[in-house]
């Protein structure tokens, strides 16, 4: 595997990561979107590069980014600056891999920032969500946002406010609400039978939610998906066979 850095500038802040390449492959490019970290490394610290790893062994271009407010990237933690990094990060993938077609895996709240950016963006050719819910739930999401802050996953802006504001803005990423616009082009939902974070009755909502075509794959795991190296090899070779790339 090939890999060199990214740096984008999103909105006056670094937003870095990696792109990773197959020595001979195919013209298609998965965009990687984590979910809210639980430890302050970036994420080529975080295993994601043995994900990366997963395409290119198959012929596929990965990018990995660090979201704002997380890791090796500046600025602070929103869904909508996440939601402009993965533009940006689409942007910057169609000058370096001209040509190539495109398509975003993300996990937790990256599968929440996939499924809409997908929904709005026609350049994006398909989506893996991988342990997404299908509403934000306010509680759980306020009680996930107070830990990643106290310890230091995530940046916010420093005012009192900044979990209400973030809650408040991401009752717009709803996947339920997006998810129908992505058809024709297809998605992937994975989830965990014992989640322990989003229950798997929103993975078969939100499954329901959208249209053909549409597949669903269920793991014996929690949240953490991608703790499970055979579990995420399953996914990469079933998206890849159902995308048809």
């Given at each position: 595997m090939l890999s060199e850095p990214i740096t984008l500038l999103v909105s006056g802040f670094r937003v870095r990561g990696t792109l990773c390449l197959p020595e001979k492959g195919r013209s298609v490019v998965f965009s990687i979107l984590h979910g809210l970290p639980n430890?302050?490394?970036?994420v080529e610290q975080k295993g994601y590069l043995d994900l990366a790893s997963l395409f290119t062994e198959r012929g596929v271009s990965a990018a990995l980014i660090n979201l704002r407010g997380t890791g090796g990237?500046?600025?602070?933690?929103?869904?909508?600056?996440?939601?402009?990094?993965?533009?940006?990060c689409l942007r910057y993938l169609s000058s370096r891999l001209e040509g190539y077609k495109?398509?975003?895996?993300?996990?937790s709240a990256g599968g929440v920032v996939s499924i809409y950016v997908a929904a709005k963006n026609l350049n994006v050719k398909g989506v893996v969500s991988c342990s997404a819910p299908c509403i934000i739930n306010t509680s759980v999401a306020r009680l996930l946002l107070e830990r990643a802050l106290a310890a230091?996953?995530?940046?916010?802006?420093g005012k009192s406010d900044f979990i209400d504001r973030v809650i408040q803005e991401a009752?717009?990423?709803?996947?339920?609400?997006?998810?129908?616009?992505?058809?024709?082009?297809?998605?992937?939902?994975?989830?965990?039978?014992?989640?322990?974070?989003v229950p798997v009755e929103q993975a078969y909502k939100l499954y329901n939610a959208a249209n053909e075509?549409?597949?669903?794959?269920?793991?014996?795991?929690?949240?953490?998906?991608?703790?499970?190296?055979?579990?995420?090899?399953?996914?990469?070779e079933e998206a890849l066979t159902f995308f048809n790339t």
């Open positions: 430890a302050p490394e970036p990237s500046e600025g602070c933690f929103s869904l909508s600056n996440w939601v402009e990094d993965t533009e940006a495109q398509y975003l895996i993300g996990f230091g996953v995530i940046r916010g802006d009752s717009k990423y709803a996947p339920y609400e997006w998810i129908r616009f992505i058809a024709p082009r297809p998605i992937v939902i994975a989830h965990g039978r014992s989640d322990e974070v075509p549409k597949k669903l794959l269920l793991f014996d795991a929690g949240h953490r998906l991608r703790a499970n190296p055979r579990d995420m090899a399953k996914i990469v």
